[in-house]
């Protein structure tokens, strides 16, 4: 079995701030981790992935997310916010290289000016 | 780029009537997924095709069906819409190896009155 959660449905930061987006998985075989992002009336596209190299894994648009096996995360962070990162993040798993992940409820990002 | 088109940005149905939403994909991908997304519950996997004429349950396929007659077609039915099937429905697709890292339609909201 496999799960996701991610903590806080909000998480509201000054642009030009640190964004930490916090993700933990729940899988009995090695995952694979995702972050995927859903601007406003789009539908999510893939931000990054973890498919077991490296644990430190670079996306785009400035995003990255390390991959710690001992705490169960996946957070993602960026170093400075912009205000076109104000969207829905999703966390999402698929155990074991299944094709078929399951998804967090999602993180709305708020970007204050 | 891969592109995934769902026929409809907006529908508005009245409850009872039979619903087809359509979705097509242009990169020869073997999966292909529907979701429903509601506020707070995130992604929910309706059903998934891994290759024409399969089909699976996902976790919520009640008051649903689907029909995968040519690889790149993937079509959710609702035999016969109730006003609790009022939600955004997302449609993906992904390559059978790709272990959980899909491609996104930018989705259909569906409004059963």
């Known amino acids: 079995a496999q799960s996701v959660t991610q903590l806080g449905s909000h998480v509201s930061v000054s642009e030009g701030a640190l964004v930490l987006l916090r993700c933990n998985y729940s899988?009995?075989?090695?995952?694979?981790l995702f972050w995927y992002v859903q601007y406003p009336n789009q539908g999510l596209q893939l931000l990054l992935k973890?498919?077991?190299?490296?644990?430190l894994v670079k996306g785009i648009n400035g995003f990255e997310a390390e991959f710690k096996k001992s705490e169960t995360s996946f957070h993602l962070t960026k170093p400075s916010a912009h205000m076109s990162d104000a969207a829905e993040y999703f966390c999402?798993?698929?155990?074991?290289?299944?094709?078929?992940?399951?998804f967090g409820r999602g993180t709305s990002l708020i970007v204050h000016p | 780029d891969v592109k995934v088109t769902q026929s409809s940005r907006y529908l508005v149905k009245r409850t009872g009537e039979k619903v087809f939403l359509e979705c097509v994909q242009d990169?020869?991908?073997?999966?292909m997924f529907w979701y429903r997304q509601d506020p707070g519950l995130g992604l929910r996997l309706i059903y998934f095709?891994?290759?024409?004429?399969?089909?699976e349950k996902g976790d919520i396929p009640e008051g649903y069906s689907v029909s995968r007659e040519k690889k790149e077609r993937f079509s959710l039915i609702l035999e016969s819409a109730s006003t609790n099937q009022t939600s955004m429905y997302l449609c993906?697709?992904?390559?059978?190896?790709?272990?959980?890292?899909?491609?996104f339609g930018n989705g259909t909201r569906l409004t059963v009155t």
């Open positions: 095709s891994y290759d024409v004429k399969m089909k």
């Open positions: 990169m020869d991908h073997e999966n």
């Open positions: 999402a798993v698929s155990a074991g290289g299944s094709y078929i992940p399951t």
């Open positions: 973890y498919t077991s190299a490296a644990t």
């Open positions: 993906a697709s992904s390559l059978e190896q790709a272990a959980g890292a899909l491609h």
């Open positions: 899988s009995s075989v090695p995952p694979y």
